[in-house]
């Protein structure tokens, strides 16, 4: 028994071997590699750390980075979760109409969905023409070269990874446990906080942490729709290699970062642990 449970095990560790090797050479060695420039160049220390986090320059970056990503995370629930629902009620044909539609925008190009934000945001684009032909406004906003651009750029973007792992759990949930909700006297209100989300909290965390994480290292939208003046982490950690070529500051910027998206992940983790066990 002994062996064959051995033997078992020594399989499953053969099979698992080609995505082992693949994750120690694309991820494990890269990161180890950089971190180790953070922490020798340009002299052996923690200085590029120190600097990192005790600037006030580098704290507003770090400021805009989290703030953009904690709004879009909000936004894109508060958006997702009808839309959600939407598609997992109504008629199988127009679901898998707009599915396909959600869907097309994520294989859309994403630079030339951030240019077509651009035109649209700009001071004499298709909104600010739109909100003076109504009445709104008198003179155009300004909607880009701000965070304000960087969050609706990135909403936008942002949307279909939280549909989808939303529209998955809520299309698992029996219509009839809102059924017998209602026959208990629960008004619509109640039945959506004390049953539907309850239930749709799987989804809402995994898209809620998988939109926030992927806001933090965002480069594309905010380097177009934001400008210099609203620098988000991702900025600049290419700002630091590409055009500063200071590996050590990039590296450690870097670093922190991807300390952060695993403290996140393992928080989730362990929330839902707990959760699962009550």
Known sequence: MLSATSGGRGSGLGFAMPAILLLLAFF???????????????????????????????????????????????????????????????????SAVIFAVILL??????????????????????????????GLIDQP???????????????????PFMILPLLGVIRKIDPAILQAAALCGATRAQALRRVLL???GPGLASG??????????????????????????????????????????GGAAAFVLLVVTLGLYAVQLRFFDQAEAR
């Open 28 to 94: 494990v060695i890269p990161v180890a590699f950089l971190l180790m420039r953070s922490v020798t160049e340009p002299a052996p220390g923690l200085q590029n750390y120190a600097t990192l986090l005790g600037s006030t320059t580098y704290a507003k970056i770090f400021f805009n980075t989290f703030f953009v990503a904690g709004v879009v995370t909000a936004i894109t629930v508060l958006i997702a979760f009808p839309v959600a629902w939407a598609l997992a009620i109504m008629p199988a044909r127009w």
């Open 105 to 134: 925008s994520m294989w859309t190009n994403l630079l030339a969905r951030t240019y077509a934000w651009m035109v649209l945001l700009q001071q004499t684009g298709l909104i600010n023409r739109m909100l003076k032909a109504i």
């Open 141 to 159: 906003l300004q909607l880009t070269n701000n965070l304000i651009g960087v969050t609706i750029g990135m909403v936008y973007i942002m949307l």
């Open 198 to 200: 309850p239930l749709a």
């Open 208 to 249: 809620g942490l998988m939109v926030f994480v992927m806001s933090l290292g965002y480069f594309v939208t905010p380097s177009l729709l934001g400008g210099t003046a609203n620098m988000m982490l991702a900025e600049l950690i290419a700002q630091q290699v590409q055009s500063l070529v200071n590996w050590g500051m």
